[in-house]
């Protein structure tokens, strides 16, 4: 069985500064591993994601995440951070190998303040 | 080109109705899933469909909720008899059946029992 940790619910920076919302996972097998965001009131979009390969994934809007097997974490940076970044932010798991459902870790207010 | 549509966005309804749920996953997506998200629970994953293959229903709460998919496209997740913990926000997935298997989300139904 797989399942996702995010530290901290909740997580306020300034506008321009670094942001790094954590997410460490365990899983049996290598995991695909992927970060969400959802803004109010809507679905959830991919921000970017690890399947294989290189370890560091770079997605939309100036995120990367980097896959750190030894450290079991998937933590998600973006250098300068932007009022338009204020969302929820879910890392998920999945098993490798397979269509199969998504395991959301509990999620990650991130407010910027101006 | 067209994303995941869910309907109705809201839905209010009495304690002990049924209610059915609509997703229209992206064309030529084969597999399909429902999540949940409520406060209590955060994300959870209810049932996923795969081309003509048996639904995976592991996630699903009770044997009130049930879901079909017909055609390999429109999916239904009925609720019966609801209950005021089944208000929560669902959500549904889909994504192809090729090669690595991200996600793309509706905008979710939200569901009301009052």
């Known amino acids: 069985a797989q399942s996702v940790t995010q530290l901290g619910s909740h997580v306020s920076v300034s506008e321009g500064a670094l942001v790094l919302l954590r997410c460490n996972y365990s899983s049996s097998v290598p995991p695909y591993l992927f970060w969400y965001v959802q803004y109010p009131n809507q679905g959830l979009q991919l921000l970017l994601k690890?399947?294989?390969?290189?370890?560091l994934v770079k997605g939309i809007n100036g995120f990367e995440a980097e896959f750190k097997k030894s450290e079991t974490s998937f933590h998600l940076t973006k250098p300068s951070a932007h009022m338009s970044d204020a969302a929820e932010y879910f890392c998920a798991v999945s098993l490798s190998g397979s269509a199969r459902q998504l395991t959301f870790g509990s999620g990650t207010q991130l407010t910027v303040l101006p | 080109g067209a994303g995941v549509s869910q309907s109705p966005s809201n839905k209010v309804t009495e304690k002990g109705k049924d209610v059915e749920l609509r997703c229209d996953p992206i064309?030529?997506?084969?597999?399909l899933y429902w999540y949940r998200q409520s406060l209590g629970q955060g994300l959870e994953f209810l049932i996923y469909f795969q081309g003509n293959s048996a639904p995976d229903k592991s996630g699903l709460p009770s044997d009130r909720f049930s879901a079909e998919r017909t055609g390999g496209s429109v999916s239904t997740l009925t609720i019966q008899r609801t209950q005021q913990e089944d208000s929560a926000v669902y959500l549904c997935a889909s994504s192809l059946d090729t090669g690595f298997y991200e996600q793309y989300f509706g905008p979710g139904t939200r569901l009301t029992v009052t």
């Open positions: 690890y399947t294989t390969g290189a370890t």
């Open positions: 064309s030529g997506h084969t597999a």
